[in-house]
Each structure stands twice: as structure tokens, then as C-alpha cells.
């Protein structure tokens, strides 16, 4: 959620708390070794949600038939998306999915109602009233339809502030210190780990935000992306996610039994130690063939527990220590599988994709080629 506060003279303005969700080839370590390159009512029991989500799958999957998931609106430069918006309980607005989905697959592709800097000289509520200036009647109308977390505001009594919070509840980042509001993206519910199935990321180049599949999706099945790094115990997130957005999430894994969900916890613990251990490579306390293991290790546990986020970034960073200590063999298997996931995440026709397909037909052509002792890592494991 975009948050706004004087500092200095100046207003600054937050992007919002579901840019987690965002994916991008920025990689853990790129502090360190390679900086700039492409890195809501509670149920007890999980079964109870489990049964909850088949009965909304069988209640929409007959009524998606008879609806067009085709969008007009010009902001969103992708027609026919697979998916129609609909009151769910419980939710609000959500989107489900109208057919089934491919993993992978492209579901959306927007273009921000506006765009604001993060640095901002003029007051908030001014900005929102200039931008809001400057829209259409339709964006307009698809901006006031947003929801917001300020339950206090009288929208009649304090339209501005009412404005104001539903951009600080709704914007995401969009490019380098900016944020943008997508109002068909901003659909999207919140689900923690391995319970969110859609991904999205922002491109510099056509100045749109795009939306893909990270898991197969079924016809009737709820599309959910992510408000926060998940890799965090459940009463973590949860406190975050009701002081940030007001509600308790009951995504199917906040809402497994109390010994299932502790083993969540330990695991996404566990996957968030593993990633600090494989960034200190970067200061060289690790050499590449533990770096390496350790990345293994996180795609072992990640697969315990389904979480299947980040992973293009994850073997684009392998690729790099593989090409750094001049395993030949290795830096073209971990090229392929970041070229796999980042397909998946991200869409191959990006230059990420096509930057790892060159360094698969020539390694020794990776910018950090041979910048590290030469060492055999090691490939990934043939498995996800």
C-alpha cells in the first residue's frame, strides 16, 4: 500500500505492499556481486477452506460460460483475457479464472491509469485530484470502483481523502521509483506461499504491467497473486496484511491446522535462512560449489512446500556463479532452467530470456565469465 509523509519538504510516496508480487530478474545477489542486473472472517481448520474453495470453483464455473472475459477498456492492451471479475464472499471483487489456464500462460496485459514518483513536491491529495484531472469518464469510473482500507472515510464528506486512499491501497510499482494504478490487475486477491498462482511485472520498454500464470489454474479457480514477501510465519503476515490492507487472511495456507501450518512455517524460515546463507557468496565466505548446494537446498524445500516464486531469478543467480567459476556445463543447465521459470513468470520475449538463450550456445560469452576461480558447481537437480 503506498504511504505518503513530509520529509524535508517534500512528500514521499510508497509503492504499495503487493510489489513483492512483482517478479524480475533482479537476483539476490545482486548487492554484492553483480549490481543493476536483471533481479480477508477466519476459518480454523483447512479443510473447511479447502471445502469453501471447491463450492465457489462449482458455484462459478457454470456461470463463467455464459459470461465474455473480453475487456474493453483502453488500458488493458490484452482483449480476450481468460478470466472475469466477480463478487466473491468474503472478498469483495476477486478474479476467477474462465477457463482453464495454462502454466506460464500470459493473463494480462495493462497499462497504468497514471503514474506518480515516488518524490513528490506537491501535496498528495493535489496530485490525486491533478491525476484524477486528466482521466477519461470510463478510467475515471474504473478508478472510483477501487477499494480502500480507511473504513472511517465518508466518501460523500471527504471525496479527496477517499481518493487518496483507495491510489495508497491499490498502487504498485511501476519503474524505477514510480508507482502506478492498474485497476483490472488490482483484482487480484491476496494468497500467502504456495497459495498464489499469478505473478506480475513491470516493462520498462512498452510501459506496461503484465500478468502470467506461475501454476497451471482450473476453469472456476480463484486467480490470486501475492501482497508480501510470504516468506514469513503465519502470524507474521497475518499482522502485516490486517494492519496494512484490514483483513485476516484465510488463503489456504493461513488456514491450515495449527501442526500443518507450523510446518509451513518452518519450512518458508528455513527457505528465507537458506537464501542469506547463498548470498554471502558475493563475500566470497562461501565458494561457488556451496553456493551452489545451497541453491539446491532452497529449490528442495520450496518444492516441500510448493512455493514456486522468484525461481527464474534464483537459477539466474547460479547461472551466474557457474559462469563466474568457469563451469562450462553448468552455467548453460542453469541458463535453461532460469530461461524455463523466467518464461513462466515473466514471458519469454523479454531480454532477459533472450540474453540467457545466447549464453547457453556460448557460455564464456556471461559477463562474469572467469571472474572466480576455476571450479566445477555443479547443475541443478532434473526436477522443478
Known amino acids: ?44 481448520l483447512g479443510m473447511l477452506a479447502a471445502i469453501v474453495g471447491v463450492a465457489i470453483s462449482a458455484y462459478w464455473t457454470p ?17 480476450d483475457v481468460p478470466f472475469v471479475v466477480v463478487d466473491i464472499p468474503g472478498k469483495g471483487k476477486g478474479a476467477v479464472a474462465s477457463r482453464d489456464i495454462k502454466q ?44 480502500y482500507v480507511n473504513f472511517n472515510l465518508d466518501p460523500v464528506k471527504h471525496p479527496q481523502a477517499v481518493a487518496l486512499a483507495k491510489f495508497e491501497t491499490n498502487a504498485v510499482a511501476a519503474g524505477k521509483d514510480r508507482v502506478g494504478i492498474f485497476p483490472t490487475m488490482a483484482r487480484l486477491n ?30 472456476g479457480q480463484e ?6 514477501d510470504s516468506k514469513k510465519p503465519r502470524a507474521e503476515r497475518r499482522a502485516f496484511l490486517n494492519k496494512h490492507y484490514g483483513f485476516n487472511c484465510t488463503c489456504s495456507v493461513c488456514s491450515l491446522p495449527d501442526k500443518l501450518s507450523k510446518a509451513s512455517d518452518d519450512r518458508l524460515t528455513k527457505i528465507k535462512a537458506l537464501y542469506a546463507k547463498f548470498a554471502t557468496w558475493g563475500n566470497n565466505e562461501i565458494d561457488g560449489a556451496q553456493a551452489i548446494q545451497t541453491i539446491g537446498d532452497i529449490w528442495t524445500v520450496e518444492d516441500e512446500e510448493g512455493y514456486w516464486s522468484e525461481r527464474g531469478s534464483l537459477a539466474y543467480d547460479a547461472t551466474w ?7 562450462a556445463s553448468a552455467t548453460q543447465a542453469w541458463a535453461r532452467k532460469a530461461v524455463e521459470w523466467f518464461s513462466y513468470e515473466i514471458g519469454p520475449d523479454t531480454t532477459q530470456v533472450q540474453s ?22 555443479g547443475s541443478p537437480e532434473p526436477t522443478n
Open 190 to 219: 491476496h494468497g500467502c506461499s504456495s497459495a498464489f498462482n499469478v505473478v506480475y511485472s513491470w516493462r520498462d520498454d512498452e510501459e506496461v504491467l503484465v500478468v502470467y500464470a506461475l501454476k497451471a489454474i482450473k476453469e
Open 104 to 147: 506460464g500462460e500470459r493473463i494480462l496485459r495493462e497499462k497504468p491509469l497514471f503514474r506518480v514518483d515516488l518524490q513528490i513536491t506537491s501535496s498528495p491529495i493535489a496530485l490525486m485530484a491533478e491525476k484524477l484531472a486528466g482521466l477519461t469518464p470510463h478510467q475515471r469510473k474504473a478508478f472510483e470502483d477501487l477499494s
Open 321 to 327: 556463479i557457474a559462469a563466474s567459476h568457469s563451469d
Open 356 to 377: 540467457l538463450l545466447m549464453v547457453i550456445e556460448r557460455p564464456e560469452l556471461h559477463k562474469a565469465w572467469g571472474t572466480r576461480p576455476t571450479l566445477m558447481v
Open 223 to 228: 486467480l490470486l497473486t501475492t501482497y508480501l
Open 63 to 79: 456461470l463463467l460460460r455464459k459470461r465474455s472475459p473480453t475487456i474493453h477498456r483502453e488500458d488493458v492492451v490484452l482483449y
Open 1 to 44: 500500500m503506498a504511504q505518503n509523509r513530509k520529509n524535508k519538504g517534500h512528500s514521499t510516496i510508497k509503492g504499495n505492499h503487493k510489489t513483492p508480487a512483482m517478479q524480475s530478474s533482479k537476483s539476490a545477489l545482486s548487492k554484492t556481486t553483480h549490481p543493476g542486473t536483471c533481479g480477508w472472517k477466519l476459518f480454523t
